[in-house]
DNA sequence: AAGACGAAAGTGGTTGA
DNA sequence: TCAACAACTTTCGTCTT
């Protein structure tokens, strides 16, 4: 997995921009760059050209300062000490202007409600702190960007959080977090879509086998069932039954089946309670899952030797 | 009576003209 | 911008255990 970059080393702001056009990640207030390549177009990520979009990506002014600052830097040769002075004197200028607009705006007061939003969504889904911190990050990066607005704070807030936590690869169901936050599962869809779009932010498509454990421990499987359903999923993933599929679909279903070999049947509607899809999607998976991959044998094994 | 199964109609999101 | 489309859900009737 990629690290992400929280604070820029020079400065200590955590105003970071993510430089798409480059690959890079600029810090906003003093002009360093920190991170080259970080930029990886992952499948989920399109552009989707409207005037919205463009107005924000290309000519909004933080994005103006960035290349300011970064063009004066640069510009050693030509212009001499004095110049350069004078840059770093305007740099300081700019940025004391800019923290004190910021705490006089409603900027501040709204972060600190929305982490404390955070700190409770994240808390009551257990989630860890570094998870929480990724989520405050994106948050922060959405609130400069000006992104909250038209949308209440707590679905903006849910929308980070359901990024940070398929960021590090311990993905929670929009169900889970509509529970959590209680914010409509479509709305934390939605905008978890568009900061993810805006702020450029790479997300793998959500593994399956990401879910097994947490749904496995729900639905008190064994370690045995736990670890063929796995097995089952990386069959599955080499048939290629896994793109376009829900995810979670295909790891209840996996679940299911393992489930159902090692003589610890789930009836579907328990899968599908944990996993937050109904029957007549695991009906669906399953049924590829026996076609593909023959696991009828196994069951069949399993029934002799039970009667 | 409960669970499994499948058909049919509806929903929301993606895609390509 | 809109229609076709795929995945998924809801609902419901039927079959099996």
């Not at 970080?38 to 050209?49: L, S």
């Not at 996996?254 to 328990?270: C, G």
């Not at 399953?286 to 039970?306: F, P, Q, R, T, V």
């Amino acid at each position: 997995m990629t690290t992400y970059i929280k604070k820029c080393p020079e400065c200590g702001s955590i105003n970071l921009i993510l430089h798409k056009d480059r690959g890079e990640v600029v810090c906003k207030d003093c002009g360093l760059v920190i991170e080259e390549k970080i930029i990886d177009f992952g499948q989920e990520w399109r552009e989707f050209e409207d005037d919205k979009d463009n107005k924000k990506r290309r000519t909004g002014a933080p994005m103006t300062y960035t290349k300011f600052d970064r063009g004066l830097g640069t510009d050693v040769g030509k212009k001499g000490d004095v110049y350069q002075l004078r840059s770093k004197e305007r740099n300081k200028y700019f940025r004391l202007r800019k923290w004190q607009h910021r705490v006089s705006t409603a900027i501040e007061r709204n972060l600190k409600l929305a982490l404390a939003e955070l700190k409770r969504v994240t808390s009551y889904l257990k989630l860890p702190n570094s998870v929480e911190e990724e989520a405050a990050r994106i948050y922060t990066m959405a609130v400069q960007r000006g992104l909250v607005r038209g949308r209440s704070m707590e679905s903006v807030v849910a929308g980070a959080l359901y990024a940070a936590c398929r960021r590090y690869e311990i993905p929670r169901t929009l169900d889970e977090l509509s529970e959590a936050s209680g914010i409509d599962k479509k709305e934390i869809g939605r905008t978890y879509r568009f900061i993810t779009r805006e702020l450029g932010i790479r997300i793998l498509p959500s593994n399956p086998v990401d879910f097994i454990p947490r749904f496995a421990s729900a639905l008190k499987l064994s370690a045995e069932t736990q670890s063929k359903a796995v097995e089952i999923l990386e069959k599955a993933q080499k048939a290629e039954l896994t793109s376009g599929r829900g995810p979670s679909g295909i790891a209840s279903a996996s679940l299911y089946v393992a489930a159902l070999i090692n003589n610890e049947k789930r009836t579907q509607r328990e899968v599908a309670d944990i996993a937050g899809v109904t029957e007549v999607t695991i009906r669906n998976r399953y049924k590829e899952l026996l076609k593909e991959l023959d696991l009828d044998k196994e069951i069949k094994k399993k029934l002799l030797e039970a009667s």
